[in-house]
């Protein structure tokens, strides 16, 4: 059975948030600055800054507060024949030299020592693999890699890799050779699942897209003025998980902004020109996230508490060296069957929902599971099969183990960037937790006010307000509502909207481009 997807893009001035829905269901959430750097994938020229003999290890320069993260085993074994290239990149900046005819020098030793091969000063081609985390820097690799739907195309390196995935020997032997014909020398390829069955000219043309992003780096790296410099940056991330995630059962990709919508209708015609007309852009008045209810199912799915079916609910706790949930059965009605059938239900419900939170949160690294006791092997058993197979949906790596004699489960996975963090607790908007507010019969006279400010002061006749849901039912009741009334009395570019991101008595005003204006306290601070 065939799971219905949708992805909703909320892109705003300042931030890109991303949903996906599968079954109405909200399963992975992403939320950025616009101004975010070190994605991962991301590629700059730079310099080695220090050398760490005892950790193997080096550090580099990439422009962050942070150091990067360099191990030895992460250059690659084909380090010197692309440490080569680069000095004949850099060491002419009118002719980029021809990549067929790089050098091949042998293999790095995989047991030798990060002194012995690279040294202070020394400029280095290298690749985000893990996003700046806590305190630590990014981790960087110099085997460079560029993905595509279809393939991941490697420089320097000769070897044609086909995803496990596809099990028919005979498919795998078409690809691998089919690819071992038509790529370039000097370049490596791993063929991706989603390759299966695909023509000979939709991977060719994507390894021709993917090589050229490879030359473009180059490019850049030949003419850069300083250190360090980003040489590739990777599609946005709407695009990035677009190129991740895209699948048949996409059904609607919603876009709010005409500017990104254009961008992702773009990528998705590139991808199956058949599929573009599932992209649309969002013009509805309500904020695109009420409109589809994922407002609502961010609140209720992030915090410390998640309740899931019948009452029982999960704990998430996270420290910097794991992440902890307990299962819990709460009031729920208990089985007829017994503590056992009772414990297995509320452990089975967990399973389903810890595999959603899991990728929700993009919780990463180890994760230990205090399930309900359980005393027959058979229900053990039943809940790691539902596990395993709950988590084949997830994209990151990941690795379940059995139930210990103690009742735990523990679960690593993939961790690339920091977990996703949206805070529930909403800070009182008018004493910002002071515990003291204005008498809340006078917030409608406090809109006003800001209103007149805005208009007869500002000169700013066309704007917008947001407002909590309930405010906005009572300034909108009746024939001659409030609203009514402040648009015969200051112009009808006064629109309001119901936002259910914002806390019960929280306004925020957006110009016609969508800009905040800072009204907060404004008229308060002039007293």
């Known amino acids: 059975m065939t799971v219905k997807s949708e992805l909703i893009v909320d892109a705003q001035a300042k931030e890109v948030s991303m949903a996906l829905v599968e079954e109405n269901r909200l399963v992975e959430f992403q939320s950025e600055s616009v101004d975010a750097h070190f994605a991962v994938g991301n590629l700059y020229l730079a310099r080695i800054k220090k050398i ?39 060491s002419d900046t009118k002719k980029l030299a021809p990549y067929a005819k790089a050098p091949v020098l042998p293999n790095i030793d995989k047991n030798g020592t990060i002194s ?15 996003e700046p985390i806590s305190t630590k820097g990014p981790r960087l690799t110099c085997e460079l ?66 090589v050229k992003r490879f030359e473009d780096a180059m490019s850049k790296a030949q003419k850069a003025k300083k250190y360090p410099m980003l040489i590739h940056e990777e599609k946005s991330r709407v695009v990035g998980i677009l190129r991740d995630l895209f699948n048949p059962s996409f059904e609607n990709i919603y876009v709010n902004d005409a500017t990104v919508y254009e961008e992702v209708k773009d ?17 509805g008045k309500l904020p695109i996230f009420d409109n589809f209810a994922i407002t609502k ?19 998430i706790e996270s420290t910097e060296a794991l992440h902890v949930v307990d299962v819990n059965s709460g009031n729920r009605t208990r089985n007829n069957g017994g503590q056992e059938a009772n414990a297995i239900e509320v452990n089975l419900g967990a399973a389903d929902e810890l595999a959603r939170q899991l990728r929700l949160r993009d919780l990463g690294g180890i994760i230990v599971v205090d399930f309900i006791d359980m005393h027959k ?19 990151a790596r990941h690795n379940i183990l059995p139930l ?19 805070d529930t607790d909403e800070v009182c908007p008018t004493c910002f937790g002071k515990g003291q507010i204005k008498s809340s019969i006078l917030f409608t006279d406090t809109l006003e006010s800001k209103i007149d400010y805005l208009v007869n002061k500002l000169k ?29 009395k200051y112009g009808f570019g006064v629109k309001i909207i119901p936002s259910q991101k914002l806390a019960f008595l929280a306004y925020k005003f957006y110009n016609e481009k969508g800009e905040e204006i800072d009204m907060k306290e404004q008229i308060e601070m002039k007293k």
């Open 116 to 130: 012995d091969t690279v040294k202070v000063g020394q400029e280095v081609v290298v690749q985000v693999v893990k």
């Open 404 to 422: 210990s004699k103690f009742g735990l489960m523990q679960i690593t996975r993939q961790r690339v960037r920091p977990a996703m963090s949206v």
């Open 145 to 210: 890699s560029f993905a595509g739907r279809f393939l991941v195309l490697i420089p320097f390196n000769d070897k044609v890799s086909v995803s496990q995935k596809i099990k028919s020997a005979e498919e795998r032997t078409r690809l691998k050779q089919l690819l071992n014909a038509i790529k370039p020398k000097h370049f490596g390829v791993i063929v991706r699942t989603v390759a299966e069955e695909k023509k000979a000219s939709e991977l060719d043309s994507e390894l021709k897209i993917l």
């Open 377 to 395: 092997a058979s229900n053990r058993q039943l809940l790691y099969d539902r596990m395993c197979e709950n988590m084949q949906k997830d994209r």
């Open 460 to 488: 700013i006749a066309k704007f917008t307000l947001h407002i909590h849901p309930y405010p906005y039912a009572y300034i909108t009741q009746g024939l001659l509502s409030l609203k009514r009334k402040w648009q015969m």
């Open 52 to 90: 760490m003999p005892g950790l193997n290890a080096c550090f580099v320069n990439v422009g962050y507060e942070k150091d990067a993260f360099l191990h030895y085993q992460d250059l690659g074994p084909q380090f010197q024949s692309q440490n080569k290239y680069l000095r004949q990149v850099i």
């Open 297 to 315: 199912q961010v609140k209720s799915s992030f915090g410390t508490t998640v309740s899931y079916k019948k009452g029982a609910y999960l704990i």
């Open 267 to 283: 990528y998705v015609a590139l991808i199956d020109s058949s599929r573009a007309h599932i992209v649309k852009l969002y013009e």
